[in-house]
Each structure stands twice: as C-alpha cells, then as structure tokens.
C-alpha cells in the first residue's frame, strides 16, 4: 500500500523559514513533487524532483526561496522554504508520479499526501 505522510508545517512569521518533509511507504517513484491549494483557490506547482539525478523544477513564484530535495536512504521529499510571505499561506501537498521529469502538471501524479498547514502571518 502506497502512503505518503507529511509533516514539518506551522505558523511562522512573514520573513521566516519552515521545512517539510514528506515520508513515501510502499514503493519508489520517478518524481516527487509539492503542490499548495490556498482558501478558495485551486492547487497549484511549488516545486519537484527527479529521484534518479535529482534535476528540479519550480514555480517561478518560489524560485530562488523555496529548494526541493529528497533523501534516497529514507525514500523522503523536502520543501526549505525560506523568506515565506503572506501569500505562501496554503494547505502544502506532497505528490508521487511515474512521470520520468519532475513536471509542473498535477493530473500526472497518482498519489497524494493528506496536506499539512503552512500559515504566515504579517
């Protein structure tokens, strides 16, 4: 069975830093990828990874802020995001797809974590 388990969001201040880790069980993928869904908006690309290479992918809203990376050994994702503002406020969703690049286009990936809350306040 297949389970990916986030953790790692909160409430942090507009300027400050959270890391998200993203736990995958069950088998290996492609590519791994973050997406975000804010109140009344649809989920949108933060960041993904190629697990073969590492070669990246990101939003143009968190490049140069936010580094996606993953840990083969413990089959795990990470999202630093750093100097967070208001904006970046959303539900952060980890996803796993057997795409072969780390693509931007969520219909492409087949599994999803539960979500975890990133806040930041002004």
């Known amino acids: 069975q297949v389970q990916l388990v986030e953790s790692g969001g909160g409430l942090v201040q507009a300027g400050g830093s959270l890391r998200l880790s993203c736990a995958a069980f069950?088998?290996?993928?492609?590519?791994m990828g973050w997406f975000r869904q804010a109140p009344g908006k649809e989920r949108e690309f933060v960041a993904a990874?190629?697990?073969?290479?590492?070669?990246?992918n990101y939003a143009d809203s968190v490049k140069g802020r936010f580094t996606i990376s993953r840990d083969n050994a413990k089959n795990t994702l990470y999202l630093q995001m750093n100097r967070l503002n208001p904006e970046d406020t959303a539900v952060y969703y980890c996803?796993?797809?057997?795409?072969?690049?780390?693509?931007?286009?969520?219909?492409?990936?087949?599994?999803w974590g539960q979500g975890t809350q990133v806040t930041v306040s002004s």
């Open positions: 996803a796993a797809t057997r795409a072969t690049m780390p693509t931007p286009n969520l219909y492409e990936y087949e599994y």
């Open positions: 069950g088998r290996t993928f492609n590519a």
């Open positions: 990874i190629r697990w073969i290479g590492g070669s990246t």
